[in-house]
């Protein structure tokens, strides 16, 4: 049976609880043990597939097609391990269940309470698929007192005793704020977020104290008094230059150590971190660099695009360089001409998004990186405006467009009415459908053309798995006229009706990719189009 690591977080949110949970696993991996990281979301949402990127930031798709928050995409980078339905739950989904098996007479007779119908069902889905596994870290979102988090906290304290001792501990991230004024490091705010979280019945077994100064040993010693934890289970949780540096730098503060003890397992052994210090070590002395644009429509809020950069900070890790990014704006080039902002840019890449805002700016960059040889990489509505940019100015099809943004003339980009799974069966849509959950969502396989750039790419391969969330494809019926201007359709779906991947062959590097690769993308496996890619922008660099 599984043991349990409960993160939770105080003082203020977006402290990285996500990063440490990660960051835990993949210490607790590095000393041989095998993990799951699980999310707990208290909002009402059923799923984060329907908020805004910039509300919620991404939304991270999982093989099983699940829409979960981005979190989920930090624990894949770290660890490795595939998320899946089964490790992400907001209160939405639970309350929908309980709501959906009352109405159904489940409960026939009895009165449906938080207490304990929301918590039993919490509690459930922290213990649900847990086999094999040697660790379990749950994190739980939100910042210990909030209302909404509240079933939640009830939820992780009876599990604590219900799987008795030893097997689960609590360890709760928060804040040390330096006050420049008076020259000093603040515990107060930690000692009252722990007080709220031992009024509730969880006593934390580790703190981790995220600060921008380091934490003096007076100061560890009071929080370690105040808030009823050992000193050395006190962890500073300092700034650091990379992401991939935080595991090695709560390795150096103690942290594995700690959860280990608190378990009172062993931890004479060191773990083995070969593979965190190679990656530092290729951020902190890149050989190069390169500058690569992203034209999209949500690039005020970096998190929108999370996995994206992250996968590109990937490529930049596999050649060895820096990459530095550059957020456009895609409704820029609606209003000016591209090449001011893309004079001394190596590669562009085109992102997914939703909604006809920007997408005539993406088409104008499609056409800019085709034109002027630039490495040019779409995804998803990146792949489809690059398949409109070539439909209009390569196969003369001058009314062409998606029917997402309204009834075209040309729809070479249409709603996807109808599509078969991995598993054989066939999926429906219409206009109707509920927008909610409805996409062609998760991993779905693709064949490659034999000779084709993107093959080459990924090492010869002539069947990929790749994820997926989109409610539109290029339409199937266009193919041959684009195929006859010359755009190469060198991945489709196995039954051959939904184009995957269109490439320029007389390009340089010109991919455009119906999925998302970014998902699956990790430092120490970069996915190879990123790898590729960044490799393509360094030796366009070279040329310019
Ligand atoms: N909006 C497009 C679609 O639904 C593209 C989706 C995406 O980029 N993820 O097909």
């Given at each position: 049976m599984a043991r349990y690591i409960f993160i939770t977080g105080g003082v203020v949110s977006s402290l990285g609880k996500g990063l440490l949970s990660a960051s835990l696993g993949a210490l607790l991996q590095a000393r041989g043990y095998s993990v799951r990281l699980r999310k707990l979301d208290p909002y009402l949402n059923v799923d984060p597939g329907t908020m805004s990127p910039f509300e919620h930031g991404e939304v991270f798709v999982t093989d099983d097609g699940a829409e979960t928050d981005l979190d989920l995409g930090h624990y894949e980078r770290f660890t490795g391990v595939a998320g899946r339905q089964s490790d992400n739950v907001t209160s939405g989904r639970i309350y929908s269940e309980i709501i959906h098996k009352e109405r159904r007479g489940d409960y026939l007779g009895a009165t449906v309470q938080v207490i304990p119908h929301v918590t039993n069902a919490i509690k459930e889905f922290a213990l649900n698929d847990s086999d094999g596994v040697d660790f379990m870290i749950c994190e739980v979102g939100g910042t210990a007192g909030d209302i909404e988090a509240m079933p939640f906290m009830e939820a992780i304290r009876q599990l604590h005793l219900d799987l008795g001792r030893g097997r689960s501990i609590f360890c709760h991230l928060t804040l040390v704020p330096y006050l420049s004024a008076a020259g000093e490091l603040k515990t107060k705010p930690t000692q009252h977020s722990v007080r709220d979280l031992r009024s509730i019945g969880i006593q934390p077994d580790v703190l981790v104290c995220r600060s921008e100064h380091v934490i003096p040993d007076k100061e560890r010693r009071k929080i370690a008094l105040y808030c009823n934890v050992h000193e050395s289970a006190v962890i500073p949780a300092l700034d650091v230059s990379s992401i991939y540096e935080v595991p090695i730098s709560y390795h150096n503060q103690g942290l594995d150590v700690e959860v280990l003890k608190a378990f009172g397992l062993s931890y004479g052994d060191e773990p083995d971190l070969a593979k965190w210090e190679d990656i530092k070590d290729r951020v902190q002395n890149p050989e190069g660099e390169v500058n690569i644009a992203v034209v999209g429509k949500y690039t005020g809020l970096p998190d929108a695009y999370k996995s994206l950069k992250e996968a590109i900070v990937h490529g930049g890790i596999a050649n060895r360089i820096k990459v530095n990014i550059r957020w456009i704006e895609s409704e820029l080039f609606e209003q000016e001409d591209a090449v001011h902002h893309l004079e001394d840019v190596h590669g562009i890449l085109v992102p997914g998004g939703f909604g006809k805002r920007g997408t005539e700016g993406k088409i104008a960059a499609a056409k800019f990186a085709r034109e002027n040889n630039v490495p040019y990489f779409g995804i998803c509505l990146g792949m489809q405006m690059a398949t409109v940019e070539a439909a209009r100015n390569m196969a003369g099809i001058n009314g062409a467009g998606s029917t997402e943004f309204g009834p075209q003339s040309d729809a070479v980009v249409g709603l996807i009415t109808e599509w078969v799974k991995d598993d054989g069966s066939v999926e429906a849509r219409t206009d109707e459908t509920d927008l909610g959950g409805t996409m062609r969502l998760g991993a779905y396989d693709a064949l490659l053309k034999a000779g084709s750039k993107v093959s080459e790419v990924y090492g010869g391969a002539l069947n990929i798995s790749e994820r997926h969330r989109h409610r539109y494809e290029v339409n199937i019926g266009y193919k041959k006229k684009l195929e006859a201007a010359?755009?190469?359709?060198?991945g489709m779906s196995p039954d051959g009706a939904l184009p995957e991947i269109m490439e320029h062959s007389d390009h340089p590097w010109f991919i455009g990719v119906q999925y998302h690769p970014e998902l699956k993308s990790k430092p120490f496996e970069p996915h190879p189009l990123f790898a590729s890619f960044v490799g393509a922008a360094l030796v366009n660099s070279r040329l310019v």
């Open positions: 010359g755009v190469v359709f060198s």
